[in-house]
């Protein structure tokens, strides 16, 4: 007995809806980085981990904004017209999935970034820190090593 197929696939319909459903509310890592890169308007991705996590690096031009500060804070340096993109570690930590539950809260368009940081650096796209910015060469295990595109 197969372990795959003792489960039916779902149906055309109900998987269209959980597929494009996924897609509303995610984003991977290399499609942020396409968008930042290209200078795309109406996306803030926003940092919600805490300070010495920023410290250790962190993607260009994120907004550091953890997730106990949104309520307080977003409002006054998030503008309401954009998408917010939010990340944390990685796959391993849903500090992202609470981040973007707490701007949702807010009515904030918003769509959680996943792999999050970990993705980021393993992808080889840059990091910033305090002493300027850096790229770790490409995981093969998680992106093409001849170039930073995932071509999916």
Known sequence: MSFVTSTPAAVAAAAVAHF???LSHEADVSDVHADLAAGEPGIVVVDSRG???WRQGRIKG?????????????????????????YCWGPGC?????AALEFAR????VKEMIGGFEYWARE??????????????????????GGIACDC
Request: aromatic fraction near 4%; charge should be negative.
């Open 20 to 22: 494009s459903g996924r």
């Open 124 to 145: 080889g796209f840059p990091v910033e820190t305090d002493h300027g910015v850096e790229r770790r060469p490409a995981d093969p295990l998680t992106a093409p090593v």
């Open 106 to 109: 807010l009515g904030y368009p």
């Open 94 to 98: 849903n500090g992202a999935t609470r």
């Open 51 to 53: 300070d010495e996590s």
């Open 62 to 86: 994120a907004v550091h904004l953890p997730t106990a500060q949104i309520a307080e804070r977003a409002a006054s340096i998030i503008p309401r017209d954009v998408t917010v993109v939010t």
